[in-house]
């Protein structure tokens, strides 16, 4: 198409007129939680509490969450933690019902687990990019071609992928689950996180071939950015999930699941933190150590308008207004089938076990 030519320049400014309201009307219909006013924000946490305690419910929210429904979690005897300890406390608490602020396979992870409990989430739509990226009938078929390996797949998937898997595993746990299949000759096939998988790999050395998938979110963290970073900030450490690419991880001092980087946040004696992981873990990060300085790791260019963009939009969709809403019509209710939560619950209940000895091996307590 000619760009000049003025037929075309006219439909291409409609066309962009469009776009614009399309984008303007998106825009607006995006519940604006930080305009939420104070009064507002108090009688929604008002109303949660209540509700939760009317309902026996507990709430479960993980560190990626708004620092509203994190705070809310502890104030109620809930928890905020990472995905295995999400899915153990979730299993072992007592209430009726689960109330769970993260993505969807942490809530169908709670409903395998819990089968006698209510399972809500604030947001059913809040998914997670490996989720989406590890179809059920291409994931099946990638297992049939290779049936001599062990299948190894990331709790970041549905509960189809977790039952045709022999264990699920989660970044806390995931490099003694491997060391420990490796050990016993293992050969492995993993899904979906390409990065973590290969960081797993490089570490373990085990045989494992990799679905070709990555987290939206932490693939966008840029080791050049970081370098630069390094340069003004020289005393501080960096702390990355491993879900961020291999480049990235080459140059952190810590690597771990949400719940490592925490505590190597606490532990470490520096006082300056990069971190390339979800902002929302900032939260806890600077509860536990006030007068540490934590700085969010870039995830652009020099010349983007954006100097970070590390926030999951799936975990940003869980606000205070539609947990209360959740919570007072009994909506949003995560269901899985009977038949597909037996079978998934078999390398969820593997991962548990482990998990259990593990920590009796390295605490010496049960
Ligand atoms: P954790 O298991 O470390 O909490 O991570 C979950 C996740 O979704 C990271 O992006
Ligand atoms: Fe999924 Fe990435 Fe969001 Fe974690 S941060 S839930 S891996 S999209």
Redesign the pocket.
């Known amino acids: 198409m000619n760009q000049k030519d003025p037929s075309n320049m006219i439909s291409n400014n409609e066309k962009l007129a469009a776009d614009t309201l399309l984008v303007r009307n998106y825009l607006a219909c995006i519940p604006e939680k930080n305009m939420l006013q104070d009064a507002e924000r108090q009688q929604y946490r008002h109303d949660i509490k209540a509700l939760l305690k009317e309902k026996n419910a507990v709430l479960v929210a993980h560190y990626?969450t708004d620092p509203e429904l994190q705070s809310l979690a502890e104030e109620t005897g809930g928890l905020v933690a990472d995905s295995l300890e999400m899915a153990r406390f979730g299993r072992d608490c007592a209430g009726d019902m689960l109330v769970v602020a993260g993505?969807r396979f942490m809530g169908e992870t709670a409903c395998i687990l819990s089968p006698e409990k209510t399972v809500l989430m604030p947001n059913l739509e809040a998914t997670?990019?490996?989720?989406i990226a590890c179809p059920i009938d291409k994931f099946s078929a990638f297992c049939d071609q290779h049936p001599d390996r062990t299948v190894v797949v990331y709790a970041?998937t549905s509960a189809a992928v977790k039952a045709r898997a022999d264990w699920v595993v989660t970044s806390s746990i995931a490099l003694e689950i491997v060391e420990h299949l490796k050990s016993n000759g293992e050969k492995i096939l993993w899904a979906p996180?390409k990065h973590l998988g290969r960081y797993i790999q490089e570490k373990t050395g085990a045989d494992m071939l990799l679905w070709d998938s990555a987290?939206?979110?932490?693939e966008e963290f840029k080791a050049k950015g970081l370098m630069d970073m390094k340069a003004v900030y020289p005393e501080a450490k960096v702390l990355a999930h491993p879900?961020s690419p291999a480049s990235v991880l080459a140059i952190a001092d810590v690597v771990g699941s949400t719940s490592q980087l925490i505590k190597a946040a606490c532990e470490l004696p520096n006082q300056t933190f990069i971190v390339a992981t979800?902002q929302g873990i900032f939260y806890k990060m600077q509860q536990l150590a006030p007068e540490k300085t934590f700085i969010v790791a870039p995830t652009a260019g020099n010349d983007a308008s954006c100097r970070s963009c590390a926030s999951?939009p799936?975990?940003g969709m869980n606000s205070l207004q539609a947990m209360y809403e959740s919570l007072r019509d009994g909506s949003n209710r995560i269901k899985v089938e009977p038949e597909l939560a037996k079978k998934a619950m078999i390398p969820l209940q593997r991962m548990l076990d482990f998990a259990a000895q593990h920590r009796m091996r390295v605490t010496g307590k049960a």
């Open positions: 990626y993505v997670c990019s490996l989720d970041n996180d987290c939206i979110v932490h879900e979800d999951c799936w975990m």
